[in-house]
């Protein structure tokens, strides 16, 4: 008998005092307990192992990155153009390649319950200021209009500071990339209207593809990409937005979207104002 | 230019230790490189550098704690090359007695021009 034969056979007359079937259930209730913590075992192993692997990855790439960027400086010599241009190729595929590890590690640690915040006091438009900085070349590659509004009397923040740069980059870079050349990108940081009012709520919009409803909680899934076929316009991970979210959370806060097919997106996340220090 | 500095590297990857060494070298200094926390040990009492170059994963333990018998060998200066990037990594090393501390990979010309810095500090 299956399992679910046993368990709707039990449902049709329950089974009592020295019934056979009782011993059954026992025994398949055993083996699913076991079943269960073995496959936890196994996930909480191979998170290990990706958080492993995507560190060790970072010192071959160091020694390229370097190495090629030893060729780039000339301190071995000049370089013909043409080979500048190889150089250059390997310096930014190997940089591209040290982002998505590094996010990928970022992604294991979370997943493994191992990144602890760091709260600092700072303002925010700092920190909007400096990812639309860091996201400029491309911003303006697309020739996108980009404008930064820290609404009415926020104060400062204590958080950690690099988290909050690292969801707020993901947030804009998402903007960007899912936005049509032309378009317009806002960052928006203001006091939450709603209670409780000692909490920031800062917005990521665009005016791109948008996002059907119905892939509203997908998006925040780990490796989840409305189009993940291999001809997609749009390579990536898939982890940008499930970074993000843990990182909200490991603050206590909320992100969401609200965004239709073809009408843009806007992201928002709450933080609260201050962190309890631990 | 000030004298030249004796920079000590303490760094597992034998191609990323490369690497420093030309860097090093050619901001004009002199290397010295050590794969683990015993070469480490060992380089730095028959030749102590003025500043180190400290990796902090190594195959005999952490990096961090050569600054202690380093700096009684008589090396001066300690700056920690990472591969983490966090500010709890960033954090330790300071409190552990490290002047600065960078994540890998530090561009070529920024390496160069913080090791100038470095050597006339030290
Ligand atoms: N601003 C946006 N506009 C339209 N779609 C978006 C937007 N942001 C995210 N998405 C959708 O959500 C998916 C998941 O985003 P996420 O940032 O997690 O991964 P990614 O951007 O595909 O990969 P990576 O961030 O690693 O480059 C995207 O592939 C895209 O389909
Ligand atoms: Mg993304």
């Known amino acids: ?278 | 230019m000030p004298d030249q500095a004796h920079i000590l590297v303490v760094e597992d990857s034998d191609i990323v230790a490369s690497a420093m060494r030309v860097l090093v070298e050619s901001a004009g200094h002199r290397v010295t490189t050590a794969a683990s926390i015993a070469d480490a040990l060992g380089a730095a009492r028959s030749d102590p550098a003025d500043v180190v170059l400290l990796d902090l994963t190594l195959p005999d333990g952490d990096g961090l704690v050569l600054i202690e018998p380093l700096r009684a060998a008589g090396c001066r200066m300690f700056i920690a090359l990472t591969g983490h990037d966090d500010q709890a990594t960033r954090d330790r090393c300071l409190a552990a007695g490290c002047a600065d501390v960078l994540v890998k990979p530090v561009p070529a010309r920024e390496l160069i021009a913080r090791v100038a810095g470095w050597a006339e500090m030290s």
């Open chain 1, 1 to 278: 008998m299956s399992r679910t034969e046993i368990a709707d056979e039990a449902r049709r007359s329950p089974v009592s005092g020295d019934d056979p079937r009782l011993a059954a259930l026992e025994s398949q209730l055993k083996e699913a307990i076991v079943e269960i913590a073995e496959l936890r075992a196994r996930d909480a192993l191979k998170t290990q192992f990706l958080a492993n692997i995507s560190h060790d990855l970072r010192t071959p790439l160091t020694a390229v990155i370097t190495h090629a960027e030893i060729l780039r400086d000339g301190i071995l010599g000049d370089l013909s153009p043409r080979q500048m241009e190889s150089v250059r190729g390997i310096i930014s595929g190997g940089r591209q390649l040290l982002n998505q590890v590094g996010e990928i590690l970022t992604y294991a640690r979370g997943a493994a319950n191992q990144l602890a915040l760091v709260p600092t006091r700072f303002a925010i438009r700092e920190v909007l200021e400096q990812v639309s900085g860091i996201n400029e070349p491309l911003i303006k590659k697309k020739h996108l209009a980009l404008s930064i509004e820290v609404v009415g009397d926020v104060p400062p923040l204590t958080a950690d500071r690099e988290k909050i740069t690292h969801i707020i980059g993901n947030l804009l870079g998402n903007a960007i990339d899912f936005t049509p050349n032309g378009g317009r990108v806002w960052l928006r940081a203001e006091r939450y209207a709603q209670r409780p009012d000692d909490t920031l709520c800062v917005e990521v919009g665009d005016t791109g593809v948008g996002i059907a409803p119905e892939h509203h909680d997908l998006i925040f899934r780990e490796f989840a990409q409305v189009d993940a076929t291999p001809s997609r316009p749009h390579h990536g991970t898939g982890l940008g937005l499930t970074i993000a979210r843990k990182l909200v959370e490991l603050h206590g806060g909320r992100i969401w979207v609200e965004s239709e097919l073809g009408r843009g997106s806007r992201f928002f996340f709450t933080v609260p104002l201050e962190q309890a220090a631990d």
